[in-house]
């Protein structure tokens, strides 16, 4: 019997995979996740990755203070999402992360749809995030869900913040974009 008939035959069912909020015993799997992630970055302008790694400390307070979701393969972890609240009015989606031998199964679209969810319900009015401008499944995937581009011109002082911060740890602004996207309670998951 070749491997092929074997395969075949043999009743491998996919992943069930769910979204939630992160729990303790989940984050020992991120940092992992984050770097499996930045692989499909390589030569691309991450030329410092353990700066660009979420620390413990700060995964540990996002998911004490409801911030860190996590995408699941039959309760493993296998992606997540982390917000910070920037301003009164605006959260901001600093870390989106899928590992890649789960990717394009639409995990990243459900972290951010379970964010904005979050968002929209908690009273808040946006969500933003920084992006590369240039590489095809980053701004573009985020334009398909409704963000638009910030010019720099309109960068609030909390947004302008994270953009100075990004470039202290060697992200080149030039080849990054800030995104936002209006959030509104009623209209989350069909916009």
């Known amino acids: 019997?070749?491997?092929?008939?074997?395969?075949?035959?043999?009743?491998?069912?996919?992943?069930?995979?769910?979204?939630?909020?992160?729990?303790?015993?989940?984050?020992?799997?991120?940092?992992?996740?984050?770097?499996?992630?930045?692989?499909?970055?390589?030569?691309?302008?991450?030329?410092?990755?353990?700066?660009?790694?979420?620390?413990?400390?700060?995964?540990?307070?996002?998911?004490?203070?409801?911030?860190?979701?996590?995408?699941?393969?039959?309760?493993?972890?296998?992606?997540?999402?982390?917000?910070?609240v920037i301003e009164s009015s605006t959260v901001h989606l600093d870390e989106l992360d899928v590992h890649p031998e789960h990717g394009r199964r639409g995990l990243g679209r459900m972290l951010v749809m379970a964010v904005c969810d979050w968002a929209a319900a908690k009273g808040h009015e946006a969500i933003t995030l920084t992006t590369f401008r240039e590489i095809p499944w980053n701004m573009p995937f985020y334009a398909s869900l409704g963000f638009v581009v910030v010019p720099p011109e309109a960068l609030t002082l909390a947004l302008a913040s994270i953009v100075h911060e990004e470039g202290r740890r060697g992200l080149d602004p030039a080849l990054r974009v800030v995104m936002r996207r209006a959030l509104d309670a009623r209209l989350t998951r069909a916009g």
């Open 1 to 84: 019997m070749s491997v092929v008939e074997m395969a075949s035959r043999v009743n491998v069912a996919a992943p069930r995979y769910t979204i939630a909020l992160a729990r303790p015993q989940d984050l020992d799997r991120l940092p992992s996740i984050e770097l499996a992630a930045l692989t499909l970055f390589d030569g691309r302008g991450l030329d410092d990755v353990p700066a660009l790694v979420t620390g413990e400390a700060e995964l540990r307070t996002a998911q004490e203070t409801g911030h860190l979701w996590v995408a699941l393969a039959d309760d493993v972890v296998v992606g997540f999402a982390k917000v910070e």
